[in-house]
């Protein structure tokens, strides 16, 4: 229960509130995106009478959906608060997975993952905001590592619940189940989120004293047409276009690559993934908070530089099995930071109002990268027999990633 004085009956910062509220909904959101996907299609594919291009078909529904939402979903934060948002569709997100158990053709699951895809939209974005207002200057990189787990963790243990539940149950048990966790979370977002501190009169926790515009932007500056013309917006959102397609490259297909370029055993290969969400976890933590002090800009090139090494690492050592789970750890503890980061972005280079927005519409950027990266992959392992000029372009996005960001103008908060 928040108090007059914005603190919960134990004397706990709401703050904190907020943020274990959005680390339980980013939880669940990740769950259901990556983790509900990829190890329940398999199952999926057989029950439905579905060919490899038609299971693609379902993933490009939900970030159709995903893409036509954000910029939207970032206006109405702006505008009604991450509290209305998030609550509201959550309803969204639990449906269409609880809908997805209920597929019974190609057009059905396309239609339900469209769902789901449009009320995942209304969780990133928001909640980047909303930790963003409740969290200090100096203490945003702190939080965002705090927050970073949540969707390692999602895909992570998905891996290792779901087989249990559809060896026991099948793998409707599994849409079902996860639709109910989202469900809930329209009651506990209700409950539990704050859009801004000043609600319950308080400042943000770690904050020293008035919060400070960080941009050469005018505070009144609100329009879409006002972001677009900032030359840091599109050095930003490009960058986050390159590296998203980039890094996808290596966490949907190092599995295949594993078993059927490497011929190493399917466990040993699905255990890359699990080293990746592993290391995560810690770099994503170490590296926001180290982002605090050398700042956002900085800590994105070192990011995206070493994502570079990691893969070509990965490229060049090839089936080393011990070595192939060092430099999956090695990528995985600098992908841990990524998205946080670019979150954190958004409201250094802009002002507060517009964070939402702004958000929004670097999201966009975001899933396009997600989108081109399958099929161009493919496409690549097709026409040359192997993944390795994937993995290299793959590289070579990262790198143009680090140049886009290295071109940001204007200062950071």
Known sequence: MVTNRGKSESGIHWAWVVLGSSFATLFVNHSIRIGAYSVLLPKMIPDLGLNMTQAGLIRTAYFFTYILFSPLMG???????????????????????????????????????GIVGMGAAAVWTPIVVLVQNWFGTKRRGLAFG??????????????????IVVQNYGWRMGWLLLGISGLILVGVNSVLLRSDPKEVGLSPWGEAGGSILSSSLNKDSFGYRDIVKKGRFWSISISYLFISAGVCIISDFIVTYGVMELKISYPLASALISMMASAGIGGGMLLMTLSDYIGRKRSLLIIHVFISLSILFILLIRDNVLLLMGGMGFFGFFYGAIWPMYGACARDFFPKEMTGRVFGLMTIFYGLGAMSS?????????????????????????????????????REV
Do not use: E, H, K
């Open 75 to 113: 206006w109405l934060t702006d505008r009604f608060g991450g509290r209305f948002v998030i609550s509201f569709f959550c309803l969204f997100l639990g449906m269409g997975t609880f809908l997805m158990s209920r597929s019974s053709n190609l057009f059905s699951a396309i239609l339900f993952y």
């Open 146 to 163: 705090i927050l970073s787990p949540s969707y390692a963790l999602g895909f992570g243990l998905m891996g290792v619940i779901l087989p």
């Open 374 to 410: 399958p099929p161009l992959t493919g496409y690549l392992a097709d026409i040359t027999g192997t993944f390795r000029w994937s993995f290299g372009l793959g590289a070579s996005m990262a790198l143009i990633a680090a140049i886009c960001i290295r071109l940001i103008s204007g």
